[in-house]
C-alpha cells in the first residue's frame, strides 16, 4: 500500500475491493435498446458472454450497461435480474441510485450558475450560504466553490454526521462549525460529502430554487432523462426498480432501500443505464446537446481538468497507473493505457456505480449494478474501453476479482486478525456495568446512549447503530452491531474518582490509516 493515501484513491488505482461468494446461479437476461445505435449483439463481440460470467463470479443480480463511441450511443442494455429470486429482468431503463456520480450534477449546476454571470468559482460559500460557519485553518481564509467542489475546503469527512440518521441537512449544515481542519483550505485534497451539500444549498440560493428542481430544469429536462430524479424519495413512483442487495451471512440478499436525502447533493440521484448515457453525451460533446448549449466548453474543461495534472506515461503489462487523489470538479482524472479517464463511482448502499469518459477518443461507458461494495464496475469499465481501443484481450474481471481477494481486503483482515490477536492482557472493567450506562453527547455527533441489559451493556447511536457492547480490556469496550455493514468501534470509558465521565469512539480501530471508511468520532461528555 502506498504512503499517504485514502482507501477510496487506492481502489480507484488498483481496482480493488471486496470478494463475495454466493453458492445459487443467477439468472441472466439482456435487451437490446435499437433505434439509431448499432445491434448490440454485434457492436462489441463477447460483450454479453462477458458481462453474464462477470454477474456469476461477482454475485451480483443484475446489472446495466450504456457505451458510447464516437460521440454516438452505441448500445444500452441490461442483464440479470432486478431482484435476487424474481423473473423481472434489468433493461436500460431500470433504475438504480448512482450515488456519488450525483457529484458531477452539482459540479455542473453550480457551472451553469457561473455561465449565467451569477456566481463565480473563487466566491466564499459564506456569500452564497451566509448562515454557514465553516472552521479554518488561517485567519483569513475562505472556503471558495471551488475548494468544496474539488474536495480541498482542509475539513475532515466526518462520514457519520449523515451516516448515523440522526440529523436533516439543515442540522448538518449547523453542526459542520464544530469540525475541526486538518488543512488550509486548497492545500490538500480530502474527499468530504458534507462540502457538496454546502454547494448544493449555495446553488439554491443563488438559484432560487431546490437542488432538485434546478437539475431537473437545466440537465434531466433538456437531456430527457425521463426516469432519473433528484429526490430520491420519488423513485417509488416508478415502476422497474432495481433493488438494493448486500452479502449477509455469506449469502446475498435484498436489503432495505436507503434514501440519502440528508447529504442530497454528494449522492441522492437515481438514474438509469439510457439515461446516463444521455449525460455523458453533453460532457463529450463539452456542454452541447442536440444542437443546444447546455453548459458552455469552458465550465466543462474546468470540472474535468485535475488539480495536479495526470502522468503520461503508459501503463505497464495491461494495469492501469491510475494518479493518486487528483479530482477536478465533481469528477475523478485518472489513466487507462496512456489514455486520460475522466470518471467517478458511486457506492451507496447496495448500489454501484461507474461513469467513464475517454474524452479524447469520444468513448463512455455507464455501469450501474444493484449490489454493494463490488468491483464490477471496474472490472467492466476497462475491459469495454480496451475492446472499444483495439487493444489486446485482458480479463479485468479476474483481475480485480484476485485484487479483491489478495489486495486490500486481503491487508484489511489481516489488519484486523493482527488487532484481535495483540488483545491486551485481560482485565476487568474497573467499575460495575451498570455505571456505564447513561447518555453521552458530542457537540458534533449527537449523542450515544448506553444501556444496561441481561448480561452486558447495549449501545444506541441515532437509528441506525445499535449494537452489543462487550469487554475489551479495562474500561475499553468493543461495540459490535446489529447491521453487517457496520464496523465494530473501540469505545473507551474515562473514569475520574469512580465516576464515569465520559466515552471515546473509534471506529475499526484495527483499519490501517490509509482506510478512509472510518469515522474517529471523538469523545461524547456524559450528560
Known sequence: MPKGITRRQFVGATVGATALTLGTSLRTA???????????AEAIPGLDEYCRQALADWKVPGIAVAV????????????????????????????FSIASCTKSFTAAILGKLMDQDRLRWDDPIAKHVPSLVIPTIGRDADVTIRHALQHRTGLPAANMLWRSGLFDANEILRRVRFLKPVAAPGEMMRYNNEMYLVAGKAAEHVGGKSWADLLRAEFFEPLGMQRSVADSTKVGQFDNLAEPHATIDGQVKSIERYYPEAIAPAGAVHSTAADMAQWLLLHL?????????????????????????PPIEPSEKGVPK????????????????????VEHSGAGIGFIAQMSLIPKERLGVVILSNHQKTGINYALRFWIFDRLLGRPDHDWSRTVLK????????????????????????KPPSQPLADYAGTYESQLYGTIRVTQREGGLALRFGPRFQGELRTWQGDAFRAFFASQRHHDWLVKFSVADGNVASLQVQEAPWAPAWYDDRDDLGVFARK
Open 403 to 426: 485484487d479483491y481477494a489478495q489486495g486490500w481486503q486481503r491487508l484489511l483482515r489481516e489488519a484486523k486478525a493482527e488487532f484481535d490477536a495483540k488483545r491486551p492482557p485481560e
Open 30 to 40: 439482456a435487451t437490446v435498446h435499437r433505434g439509431d445505435t448499432a445491434d448490440t
Open 68 to 95: 458510447i463511441k464516437d460521440g454516438k450511443l452505441l448500445l444500452a442494455r441490461g442483464y440479470g435480474v432486478r431482484e435476487l429470486g424474481k423473473d423481472a429482468p434489468v433493461d436500460e431503463h431500470t433504475i
Open 322 to 341: 491510475a494518479p493518486i487523489g487528483r479530482y477536478g470538479m465533481g469528477w475523478f482524472v485518472n489513466e487507462h493505457a496512456g489514455h486520460e479517464v
Open 285 to 309: 460533446d463539452g456542454g452541447r446537446f442536440g444542437g443546444r448549449e447546455l453548459l458552455s466548453a469552458g465550465r466543462v474543461s474546468e470540472m474535468h481538468t485535475p488539480v495536479e495534472p
